[in-house]
């Protein structure tokens, strides 16, 4: 059974703090996604990689950094946490191409 | 670039056949997948179309026309469960593997 597991369902941060969320899959797929998902915009991509230790930048990459250190790792960084990346964020993961993807369960972030 | 427009909600009684299209712009695509969301569950991929026409899944159907810029998903004998928000999404072409999704119908299925 194909798994993404992420690190927390929820998460509760103080503005300033910084913020790491991880995304782990089992399947060897060599792309990686990280989502953030709000109201009414539905899934708009932060970042993505392709391999390890390689990265591109999505729609919304500003306020968050990524890190891919091993194929199966993909972790999203909040280095300053503001109110308005209170959010749901979402991993995924697939193969080439990317038609079918695999999410993880979501964490909610609250940024208080 | 793309851009693909979905009505924002759709409601429906159970048992009936419901479509829900998906319209779209774009310069070169591989092709059409869906997604299907639960309130508080992630995304699950329900079908992708490389080609046109119609994929059948169960009671779960999509379609793709590139010459209509247009695909849709049909669910059939309706379920209360089938309540769940829907994404369409399209693979670029041109060396790009990442996916560009519409912003999600809201399927409301009443007994």
């Not at chain 2, 992708?48 to 026309?65: C, I, P, V």
């Not at chain 2, 998903?73 to 999404?89: H, N, P, R, T």
Request: hydrophobic share 30%.
């Amino acid at each position: 059974d194909v798994k993404v597991t992420q690190s927390s369902r929820y998460l509760v941060k103080r503005t300033g703090e910084k913020v790491f969320l991880e995304c782990v899959q089992d399947m060897d797929h060599e792309n990686m996604f990280w989502y953030r998902q709000d109201p009414g915009l539905g899934l708009r991509l932060i970042y993505f990689s392709y391999d390890v230790k390689m990265k591109e930048k999505g729609d919304i990459p500003e306020g968050y950094s990524v890190s891919r250190e091993k194929k199966e790792r993909f972790s999203l960084i909040l280095e300053s946490a503001s109110t308005n990346q209170t959010s749901m964020y979402l991993c995924a993961s697939s193969k080439s191409p990317s038609y079918e993807q695999y999410f993880g369960p979501g964490t909610r972030l609250t940024v208080t | 670039g793309q851009s693909l427009e979905q009505p924002s909600e759709v409601t429906a009684v159970e048992g009936a056949i419901v479509q829900i299209n998906c319209t779209y712009q774009t310069s070169g695509f591989y092709g059409l997948s869906w997604y299907q969301q639960h309130d508080g569950g992630a995304p699950t991929f329900l079908s992708y179309n490389a080609l046109d026409g119609l994929e059948e899944t169960g009671r779960f159907s999509s379609f793709l026309s590139r010459s209509d810029s247009y695909g849709y998903l049909l669910l059939q004998e309706l379920q209360m469960k089938d309540s769940a928000s829907y994404f369409c999404a399209a693979l670029p072409s041109g060396g790009s593997y990442i996916p560009t999704f519409g912003r999600g119908t809201s399927l409301i299925v009443h007994p």
